[in-house]
């Protein structure tokens, strides 16, 4: 069976330059503020999953914490969602320069995504996080 690894943990964060503080302060983490795209990045330790803090929305309610799944084939993954009982939330779509991403609901209603990295990306070791 092909590998579906953990590859990114997202948190809503109300103020994302406070909650990167935070957590920088907090756990030594590095955090990167990408203002263009209403996101910023961590890094949790050397060689060790990262993510993000993404802008509470009516979508991504405060409290919500996102869970990326690393798929080979979004759509070849969707459809197996979908014949498993799950459905799928947002079809593939574009994050420029890294890669696609889509939401599926599980058998319980929980939203998970996949991401697809863009060939011979490593989205666990991205590089370039300072503390916020």
Known sequence: MENHPIIHVEF?????????????DLFGWEVRQIPE??????????DSLGGG????????????????????NIDETL???EGLGGKTVMPRTEIPGVGWFAYFTD??????????????MEIRNQSGAQPA
């Open 12 to 24: 809503s964060a109300k103020d994302r330059e406070a909650t990167g503080k935070f957590y920088h």
């Open 79 to 81: 459809q197996k969602v």
């Open 53 to 72: 803090f993404s802008e509470v929305s009516d979508d991504y309610p405060a409290g919500t914490i996102m869970v990326y799944i690393e798929a080979k």
């Open 107 to 120: 058998l319980s209603g929980n939203k998970v995504a996949l991401l697809e990295p863009l060939e011979n």
């Open 37 to 46: 795209m209403h996101y910023a990045t961590f890094m949790s330790g050397k």
